[in-house]
């Protein structure tokens, strides 16, 4: 059965990885409730490439 609510799976990725020039991506999978966060998600994660704490945005 499916799950009931407004809760959604969202993917995150690194934004300073591109601009970096190492070959791969950092992206993470995360779930955020739609109705209480309509813009797109920003959060602080680990980058195992770059090996620090960066910013990484929601991707459509």
């Given at each position: ?42 959060l602080?994660?680990?980058n195992?490439?770059?090996?620090k ?8």
């Open positions: 059965m499916a799950k009931k609510g407004n809760r959604v799976q969202v993917i995150l990725e690194c934004t300073e990885h591109k601009t970096s020039g190492l070959p791969g991506t950092s992206r993470y999978i995360s779930t955020k409730n739609k109705k209480n966060t309509p813009e797109r998600l920003e602080k994660k680990f195992p490439i770059m090996r704490v960066t910013v990484h945005k929601e991707i459509k």
